[in-house]
């Protein structure tokens, strides 16, 4: 296998990547197009803290600092964090559940490619123009009145990505629904897959009103209609309703997957079963379900009025109680076990007091009166990164080093893994935790400079010190991963020797279709059990015989590609038009847009409908080919 | 996509599935023909020119109860194996009753919460 594998010429490797449908190497495509996104959005996060270093600086203008915070929170939510969560549950979940690959593959691939040139559009806005300034949230007052073709690019930007979010959300329902191994029931599911099922029906039910709203959006900006344009009639608090209908369960589909890779984390390292699963689980569902409940807490200071305020401020709360479940659960499953402290392991043990602190400010948040005065400054943005650095970065990082050897056969270096945490875990506290000092002293949130001699000169410096630590920590993790990729040290199955779930049982590297034979699940960490009882050998559920598999296709690109092309033409639509807003009207009219939009839609619909009436029926594993690997693996394990 | 994998029903077996079809087909019917008495009522109503209050408050209950009936009786959620598509739906359903109320209430309206 890994002779062949090198022989392969460079192009035969893109191609493979180009078309494939393999769920494995989706979230390697995931990994890289995540990762990359995650750089440039950290790259924006530092000309933010450089410029807020000291007092009245001119690094960046206040124009360009606009642009900056708000690619920042837009590249590192949609295209960044999401992608990654979304790279460990493609490589991760299939694996656990004992599938051959996800419900839909095809889809799985155009799930990407449409995420990848929706984040290429966004970025691309730097090189066209200027990047959207209104805020990650882009509140229409702001959108609306914004020059030039910067909110054009966010709008159409995560239409396209939210189109592949959506798909993947789909996807991820209908396998983990209908593809689980035979005696796998839904009480023996391992968390990362029950947390990645509720994040799923999160996205199924959160993004609709996302589309919809970037639709109004794109209709007014580049289509003339009035939805948020107030002198016309329009009003422009739908959005924010809108925009936070999506955005407060999508922070929990942020957080959602983190919870289950750490509870994978938690027992592999402690090496214990999972303390309290069954209220994992039902924790795990009341806090989907409570996401929906809660979206006007972003908005207090709006005027919606006490009573609304009141009920929202309660609700919010109440998702207090499932998150306390799961941190007390994480706490007990540690206690008393046989403690390994690998780096995930780290991150995990970190992940749960910084988490906690960002919970705990997300209380004081939710009473509305304190609201009032924490709103819009420093004491949010410590918040919400408590939150996420706290709870998704650092999951992403964890499961980087967990998942790497399931996806790559090679183990990162534990050495330089934990150089990594520790500065990222020192970095982060020391930027995040001065910031709710300066908001309580009054510092807002979006402002591109302060003046000397308001007591803020000192915590700034601080925390842009930490930044650079945060810099200097995910250096290091390049560097790891680099010399990774060329050490090449090949590892074997369960290389944590810890691995209690399906996807451990597996022989790295993962067959290209997973499972030769179905195993049957005989309880809760599948694999352990079998260690226990059955020296570790799964128990098949059927025969070795022939399965059917999908093909490769380079359809899902083309599609996208439609779609990114489309994107353009809708953009320059409106330029110079004297019926679009003025943000565009005096704007150089483009006669070829209409024309772009149009080939744009052509590609993406022509091959739809080739999809559709060609019909590609996939091929067959041989009982042959299965028997000779079979083999192979057998005689490997002689050989040691 | 295994191979198909077909015995031939046993005669009781095939009595049994005429059985469930006839039965369907007569919930079918019932359903169908209630919906079109409903639709008719509505129209009536209008053409009767009642008090408008009246014919809004029946007609959304007409309405509720023909979505009940498409999606119960024409899209099979009544069927076994359709747990997870009901469940799915009237959470979703759910969801969005809240919203639009929300929307109706402190967007439309306008007024806040409370001081009605």
Known sequence: MAATAQKRSAWSVIWDYLTTVDHKKIAILYLMGGGFFFLLGGLEAMLIRIQLAVPNNDFLSAGMFNQVITMHGTTMIFLAAMPLLIAFMNAVVPLQIGARDVAFPFLNALGFWVFFFGGVFLNLSWFLGGAPDAGWTSYASLAIDSPGHGVDFYALGLQITGAGTLMTGINFVTTIITMRAPGMTFMRMPLMTWTTLVAAVLIVFAFPPLTIALFLLIFDRMFGSNFFIVEAGGNTIIWEHFFWIFGHPEVYILILPAFGIFSEIFSIFARKRLFGYSSMVFATVLIGFFGFMVWAHHMFTTGLGATANAIFGVATMAIAIPTGIKIFNWILTIWGGSIKFTTPMLYALAFIPSFTMGGVTGIMLATVPADYQFHDTYFVVAHFHYVIVGGTVFAILAGLHLYWPLMFNTMLNERLGKWTFWLFFTGFHLTFLIQHWLGLWGMPRRVFTYLDGQGYNLANMVSTIGAVLMAVATLILAYNIVMTIVRNERVGKDPWGDGRTLEWSLPLPVPYYNFAQIPLIRGLDAYQIEKEENNGEMIPSEPLDDFHMPNNSFIPFVMSFGLFVTGFGALYFASGKDWAINAVSNMPVHDWALYVLIAGLAITFISMGVRSWKDDLGYYVKKEELERDLAALEEERGAN | ?116
């Open chain 2, 1 to 116: 996509m295994a191979e198909l994998n077909q015995k031939p029903l046993t005669d009781v077996q095939l009595k049994q599935r005429k059985l469930e079809r006839k039965i369907e087909m007569r919930h079918h019917v019932t359903s169908f023909s209630l919906m079109i008495f409903l639709t008719f009522a509505a129209f009536a109503m209008v053409a009767l020119e009642l008090d408008p209050l009246i014919i809004t408050a029946a007609v959304i209950v007409m309405a509720l109860v023909q979505v009940i009936l498409q999606f119960y009786y024409f899209m099979h959620m009544k069927d076994k194996g359709h747990g997870f598509i009901r469940l799915f739906m009237l959470v979703g359903m759910y969801f969005a009753i809240a919203f639009v109320l929300c929307y109706v209430l402190i967007v439309w309206i306008g007024l806040p919460i409370g001081s009605v």
